[in-house]
Structure formats: structure tokens, C-alpha cells
């Protein structure tokens, strides 16, 4: 994964060799869900009910995270916002068990220009809901107002690269988008970790219709995001799909042939990932 950034067109992928741990049988799963199955390389749980699903997410990444603090002392993770998340976020807090004080963590995207007050900063999406509340050892921002973006990119990078990542906890886009990685701007052989691109109409009415801003003509049209590389070069990847309104994006996902046309696709490619879904979002599967 270089350390370069920029505004490009298409997004690369090394991969990780390295499998989750076996959860111990002493170690009740909190629900289990109502129906597994695999699809290339991808195993896919589907659950009853949201809550039931990131109680159960939960469960797996404070396990992942506790078996990465007894292996070394220290644990890294990639975290996504947005209202999907929310639950999931609750639930793994609230379960308790993980020494957050020896985690760094970093989030995936930002919007260019935004200020780390506004409402529909992912910035504060973070410091509210996660660092405020578990005192990471860090929590490194895109900064997504930098006067010099291309340099914060880089920035970025460098910390990225500064260790090992273990985790990145993923959501998919209406639009079938990996953190900003929408259609038009993703690709599977990035050579940078970070960088700019524009947002397509339909990833800024999800934003819109997610009540973070009240039109599109009112929010950004650029950001920073993670390549799809960077997401998918760590040690594993839960990525949690409820609701609904993703069912179209999961379908794309999961039954369409693995292509840019919906970059969540490419977790279909990775044995290091999970995707997790309710009944609402596996409805067309």
C-alpha cells in the first residue's frame, strides 16, 4: 500500500493473509443468526432483526479486539460512521471487555471543506459517539478542512502506515460505495491509501435523505475517503448492512459479477471478511 495520495479514478487491493481467531466455546455468541451461507470467499450471516445483527457484530469485533490485545499489547482499527453504524457502535461500547486505552483507531472518510463542528462532520460522528466515550490510546481525523488537501492526504497515509491495522468495521452505500469509493471513482488497483474524490447524486441524496444536510445542492461534492486497498488490507473486515434501503446495494454485492459497478463487490474476493445483514437488507438475495 503506498504512501501516496491523490485525486484518482480507481482504487487497488493487497491482501491479508492473515484469519480471524476462533471464538472460544466458552464465549456465547450474543444471537445467532437465522441463515449462513457463503458466496465466493465471503461468508454472509443474515439476522432477525438490526439489533440482533450488531448485538452479534458486536460480539465478534470485541472478541477480534481482545484476542489482538492478549497477542500483542496493542490493537488498530478503521471505523465507519454513518446512521447504519449506530446500533452497532451501542452495542460494542456498552458490552464492555476491550482496554480501549491500548486501541488507536481512524475513520475512513470526510467530507473536503467541512469544519469539525458541523453537524454532519464525521469527525464529530466520532468524537461523539465513540472516542468521547472509550478514551482510545488515539483517534486520528481527517482533518477535512486542511488548507492544503493533497498534504493532509499524505498525512493521513503516514499514520495509517505506521502499524499494522487489525480491523476495519464497514458498512455499504446505497450506491454500493465502500466509504467514499462510489462507483465512478472506485477501482481494485490503487496505488494511493487516501484520497480525493467527488460524490455522486446518488451517495449525496443518501446523505440527504440520512438528515445530514438538507439538500444536495447544500453539501459537499468532494472528499476524502480510504481506498478500497487501504479497507481491505488489514487482519479482518466486518462489514454490517442493515435496513431496507440497502437491499438493492446488498443484492449488487452479493449475487451481481464482482466489478466496480458496486465496489462492495470486491469483499467477495476477501477470506479475511464478513458481511452481516438483517431480513431487510437480504430481502432481494
Not at 487497488?12 to 465466493?40: H, M, Q, W, Y
Not at 460494542?92 to 475513520?107: A, C, P, Y
Not at 470526510?110 to 458541523?118: V, W
Not at 481506498?227 to 446488498?250: D, W, Y
Request: with cysteine; charged share 25%.
Amino acid at each position: 500500500m503506498s504512501s501516496l495520495c491523490g485525486f484518482h479514478d480507481e482504487a487497488g487491493v493487497p491482501k491479508s493473509s492473515l484469519s480471524s481467531p476462533v471464538c472460544s466455546p466458552e464465549t456465547p455468541r450474543a444471537l445467532n443468526p437465522i441463515k449462513t451461507f457463503k458466496v465466493d470467499e465471503l461468508p454472509v450471516r443474515i439476522y432477525a432483526k438490526q439489533r440482533d445483527l450488531a448485538a452479534d457484530a458486536a460480539r465478534t469485533v470485541q472478541e477480534f479486539l481482545v484476542h489482538c490485545l492478549a497477542e500483542r499489547g496493542s490493537a488498530s482499527a478503521i471505523l465507519a460512521t454513518g446512521n447504519s453504524q449506530i446500533q452497532f457502535l451501542d452495542e460494542l461500547i456498552n458490552l464492555g471487555g476491550v482496554d480501549w486505552s491500548k486501541i488507536t483507531l481512524f475513520h475512513m472518510d470526510e467530507y473536503l471543506g467541512i469544519d469539525a463542528n458541523h453537524k454532519a462532520s464525521f469527525r464529530r460522528y466520532m468524537r461523539e459517539r465513540v472516542e468521547s466515550r472509550v478514551k482510545p490510546k488515539a483517534f486520528h481525523y481527517i482533518e477535512g478542512d486542511a488548507d492544503q488537501p493533497l498534504d493532509e492526504c499524505s498525512r493521513y497515509a503516514d499514520l495509517l502506515q505506521a502499524q499494522e491495522i487489525d480491523l476495519c468495521c464497514m458498512g455499504i452505500g446505497e450506491n454500493g460505495h465502500l466509504a467514499f469509493n462510489d462507483p465512478h471513482v472506485a477501482g481494485f488497483d490503487d496505488p494511493w491509501a487516501v484520497k480525493l474524490v467527488s460524490l455522486d447524486l446518488k451517495c449525496r441524496q443518501q446523505q440527504v435523505d440520512e438528515g445530514h444536510f438538507p439538500s444536495v445542492e447544500e453539501m459537499p461534492r468532494f472528499a476524502y475517503t480510504l481506498t478500497i486497498s487501504t479497507l481491505c488490507a488489514v487482519r479482518k473486515i466486518v462489514c454490517i448492512a442493515p435496513e431496507k434501503r440497502k437491499a438493492q446495494a446488498v443484492h449488487n454485492a452479493v449475487r451481481e459479477t464482482v466489478s466496480t459497478n458496486c465496489p462492495a463487490s470486491y469483499l467477495r474476493t476477501q477470506p479475511h471478511a464478513v458481511l452481516l445483514l438483517d431480513q431487510d437488507s437480504a430481502a432481494l438475495l
